[in-house]
């Protein structure tokens, strides 16, 4: 079956704490099942932390100098990173996805080389106002997501399940940030959307109050809205960015807490951004 | 590409202790790179038990009337066995075969419905002299593979590594034996050489006197050989049994702690089992 890549979607869920998994994997099912191709890609921040603190290697965290944050992967983090997102996170959706009806196939980003990418040798970061250089970080920023893997597998009917690992170019695996990844999947598909749940409902022009959502900004006014994100926002905006210079039409950041997420952020709820 | 499914080699590669993955996957570079179309399966008995001893909850077993061992999968070892096996050691085989220039693809039997099975829902057993039924073991066994997948994806290239876990009837996830696994994969397949390499050189009369390896055994005398296996031996002769009932002409319990242990057991090492 030939897939138009217009036609699918990219949904980027979270890792975060308040998102309904089950929620959205019933909304993907409900896609799917009317013919709606669909490539979810999936966090785990929450689980890798649970993880980490049952083990007794808690999370750490660096904020870059421009501050953006991110979670310092050393080797024995890359190890529970690895079993909580890769191992659990995706195993749990396409188990749920499967008691769906939906034959989803779970992939990291090391299987057949799908996302390809090169190691941070050194993280500048800024820890109690002073700055630093780590150099044992285990992530990487993805160069190259294979579009044809994707395809050959949506072609054959299966709906894959990305989770956020990349392979370095010595074959070892590396951390990546979800929402930039499912920005490069989206761009690798040429797909015209990519949606991206998160645990609020939107990009706010004074987080965290909700009725300062923006409903819908343009490419051009990213560099702007870039000051009204917080946290982890700082990557969704950063990753629509990636997406729409890449080619993707419009970048949906949206509620992964509603009944019907996927619906709800289609039918124009949450932060439209296009041009 | 159309591959001869003759050509096919479906390698069990240890959990154990004492199994050198890298020695492993180096042969299978080789062979792959020589044109040998392959397909893992693996195991994870020990990262399984050293991450249940790090959380808190160590690995329990079970011992069937009849005297095989199997881990008692409660809902939290589930989760344990997901993340250790189809988590960590699957993408460390991954990573390992990807730095040597082989193109693998790590897939768990819930991957695209790659392994069905029904869940044990009274596992009969053995404690203290004691019989007892256990009715939460979240484990199955196979009862369809399909090779369909794993021929999509040979054919486009991708070496398939293969976590045991299986798909339940209700789109669960359930622990499976890897042994059998590998042994439903090869029937599914209809290849012709299933290799078991293990932590021993192969079958002994006198267990663990290895100079009474058995070299060559039929099938016929499998159900007598029954009698000379200890512990998980007991469970690679019962998945002998099965691939050569279902198809496969050869099945080799071979040394996974050689140099190059496929090498050498395609060689004529081990216990080869054939008519």
């Known amino acids: 079956m030939h897939i138009d890549p217009h036609t699918i ?3 980027k869920l979270g890792g975060t704490e308040g998102v309904d998994f089950s929620a959205i994997c019933k909304d993907v099912a409900e896609l799917v099942n009317a013919g709606q191709p669909v490539v979810l890609v999936h966090g785990g921040s929450a689980e890798a932390n649970a993880l980490g603190d049952a083990i007794g290697h808690p999370a750490q965290f660096l904020t870059s100098p421009s501050g953006f944050t991110s979670r310092h992967t050393d080797p024995q983090t890359l190890e529970v ?4 997102v890769n191992g659990k996170v995706n195993t749990l959706l396409v188990s749920q996805l499967q008691s ?11 299987d057949g080389r799908l996302m390809t990418a090169r190691r941070k040798e050194a993280v500048r970061c800024v820890k109690n ?8 970080d285990q992530s990487g920023k993805i160069k190259q997501v ?5 395809n050959l597998l949506l072609q054959a009917g299966y709906i894959p399940v990305v989770a956020p690992l990349a392979l370095g170019e010595n074959g070892e695996a590396l951390n990546t940030d979800a929402d ?4 490069m999947v989206a761009v690798a598909l040429q797909v015209d959307t990519l949606l991206l749940l998160t645990a609020v409902p939107g990009l706010m022009r004074s987080f965290p109050d909700e009725t300062t959502l ?17 946290g982890r926002m700082k990557k969704k905006v950063l990753g629509a960015q990636e997406a729409l210079q890449g080619g993707v039409k419009r970048v949906i950041i949206a509620d992964g807490r509603s009944p019907q997420p996927i619906t709800q952020a289609l039918a124009g709820q949450g932060t439209w951004i296009q041009d």
């Open 9 to 11: 979607l990219v949904v």
């Open 129 to 136: 106002g002073k700055r630093l250089v780590i150099r044992n």
């Open 146 to 150: 294979d579009a044809g893997l994707l």
């Open 214 to 230: 923006i409903p819908h900004l343009q490419a051009a006014q990213l560099d702007e809205a870039m000051q009204c994100a917080e």
């Open 180 to 183: 930039r990844a499912a920005a």
């Open 81 to 84: 990173f690895t079993m909580a």
């Open 100 to 110: 769906m009806g939906v034959n989803a196939l779970g992939l990291s980003g090391l």
